[in-house]
């Protein structure tokens, strides 16, 4: 039995978020969305300054870490030629922030080591020979900060829970993807005659992978984006499933904030094809549903637990559907949430 606890609460969220969506269908934008987004932008700067400035009670170093060979299933992969060191500062909080992130989830349901990648300016997550890697940077315009952390320790616990569901498909087209780019890199440097036999490669049928794999990647990663932003906002109760940055560099997914299904539909026609975006309509909804969990530790470890099953199932049931189409976003919102519902009343 799923969340049974909160089966009345879902009843009353279910009719407000509808009430919710329909009424900002017809007033998106006006005066009063842009003031609650703008008292909104100042409350997650203010959580996100807090956050960068937290301090554990015990100091980790780099010597320190190099010297263990680690931490706590932690490995490091320092870059001593990266511009973009990681502070001790930052090290402490990554320590201490995937242990606070471990503490939601079974043991069995944790990578049995992650390796931190040292340098870049963009955060991100990949599986690398079979473990997770989570590549940090301290850059001046966007320090390590915990909710990111998060977010991206929460793609590599979804990454171990889905990784024999989805048959390695992500892997794959980053394979493909990696190889035609270096062919193609080769062919502008014109190196072909000293490159090998890869430079000959013909590029269509790899091309035409790709393409057929899209659909079935697209889906896979809407549904990684979203699990990894709801880590981060169980973890700290914030509405932001990721955010950091300045300037116009500065990106910010809030929960909180009102959705307009026409302007969203809009945007995905538009200019859209980020799959941080892809379940955009279930933002709200999932905030509030989230703050369900927060009266304890127990109650948020099964929020997510269930989570974590309502994907795995969808991934088992529906994965080979995108063989033949193209992912209907629509249609992936609207089953995600029916999962949701019942497994919590059940």
Same mark, same amino acid.
């Given at each position: 039995?799923?969340?049974?606890?909160?089966?009345?609460?879902?009843? !009353?969220?279910?009719?407000?978020?509808?009430?919710?969506?329909?009424?900002?269908?017809?007033?998106?934008?006006?005066?009063?969305?842009?003031?609650? =987004?703008?008292?909104?932008?100042?409350?997650?700067? +203010?959580?996100?300054?807090?956050?960068?400035?937290?301090?554990?009670?015990?100091?980790?170093?780099?010597?320190?870490?190099?010297?263990?060979?680690?931490?706590?299933?932690?490995?490091?992969? $320092?870059?001593?030629?990266?511009? @973009?060191?990681?502070?001790?500062?930052?090290?402490? =909080?990554?320590?201490? &922030?995937?242990? &606070?992130?471990?503490?939601?989830?079974?043991?069995?349901?944790?990578?049995?080591?992650?390796?931190?990648?040292?340098?870049? #300016?963009?955060?991100?997550?990949? !599986?690398?020979?079979?473990?997770?890697?989570?590549?940090?940077? %301290?850059?001046?315009?966007?320090? !390590?900060?915990?909710?990111?952390?998060?977010?991206?320790?929460?793609?590599?616990?979804?990454?171990?829970?889905?990784?024999?569901?989805?048959?390695?498909?992500? &892997?794959?087209?980053?394979?493909?993807?990696?190889?035609?780019?270096?062919?193609?890199?080769?062919?502008?440097?014109?190196? #072909?005659?000293?490159?090998?036999?890869? #430079?000959?490669?013909?590029?269509?049928?790899?091309?035409?992978?790709?393409?057929?794999?899209?659909?079935?990647?697209?889906?896979?990663?809407?549904?990684?984006?979203?699990?990894?932003?709801?880590?981060?906002?169980?973890? @700290?109760?914030?509405?932001?499933? #990721?955010?950091?940055?300045?300037?116009?560099?500065? $990106?910010?997914?809030?929960?909180?904030?009102?959705?307009?299904?026409?302007?969203?539909?809009?945007?995905?026609?538009?200019?859209?094809?980020?799959?941080?975006?892809?379940?955009?309509?279930?933002?709200? @909804?999932?905030?509030?549903?989230?703050?369900?969990?927060?009266?304890?530790? +127990?109650?948020?470890?099964? $929020?997510?637990?269930?989570?974590? %099953?309502? $994907?795995?199932?969808?991934?088992?049931?529906?994965?080979?559907?995108?063989?033949?189409?193209?992912?209907?976003?629509?249609? =992936?919102?609207?089953?995600?949430?029916?999962?949701? !519902?019942?497994?919590?009343?059940?």
């Amino acid at each position: 039995m799923r969340h049974a606890a909160l089966a009345s609460a879902l009843l !009353v969220i279910g009719s407000l978020a509808a009430d919710v969506s329909k009424a900002s269908e017809t007033a998106f934008p006006n005066d009063e969305f842009i003031r609650a =987004l703008n008292t909104g932008q100042r409350n997650i700067e +203010g959580r996100l300054a807090q956050a960068k400035s937290f301090q554990p009670p015990e100091q980790i170093n780099r010597e320190s870490l190099i010297k263990a060979g680690g931490l706590n299933g932690l490995e490091f992969q $320092f870059n001593d030629d990266s511009k @973009y060191k990681i502070s001790d500062q930052s090290l402490n =909080l990554i320590v201490t &922030g995937i242990a &606070g992130v471990n503490a939601l989830f079974d043991d069995l349901d944790l990578p049995k080591t992650i390796s931190i990648h040292e340098g870049g #300016c963009d955060p991100a997550h990949k !599986v690398v020979n079979g473990k997770s890697t989570i590549y940090l940077g %301290d850059c001046p315009a966007r320090p !390590v900060d915990s909710i990111t952390l998060a977010h991206e320790h929460g793609h590599a616990i979804f990454a171990k829970r889905i990784g024999h569901e989805t048959d390695g498909i992500p &892997g794959r087209i980053i394979g493909l993807e990696n190889t035609i780019m270096m062919v193609n890199n080769k062919r502008s440097l014109k190196q #072909c005659a000293l490159s090998g036999p890869s #430079c000959s490669l013909d590029l269509e049928p790899l091309l035409a992978e790709v393409e057929r794999l899209k659909p079935q990647v697209d889906y896979i990663l809407a549904l990684h984006e979203y699990f990894a932003d709801m880590v981060a906002i169980v973890r @700290y109760e914030s509405p932001i499933g #990721c955010g950091s940055g300045s300037g116009s560099e500065s $990106f910010l997914r809030d929960y909180s904030q009102q959705f307009s299904m026409r302007q969203w539909r809009k945007d995905q026609a538009e200019r859209f094809s980020d799959t941080h975006y892809f379940m955009q309509p279930l933002w709200n @909804y999932s905030w509030e549903l989230a703050k369900t969990s927060f009266s304890s530790q +127990g109650a948020k470890k099964d $929020f997510l637990k269930t989570l974590l %099953d309502v $994907f795995s199932e969808d991934i088992r049931n529906h994965l080979n559907d995108y063989r033949r189409e193209k992912v209907d976003l629509i249609s =992936l919102n609207q089953r995600i949430r029916e999962a949701l !519902v019942p497994s919590s009343s059940n």
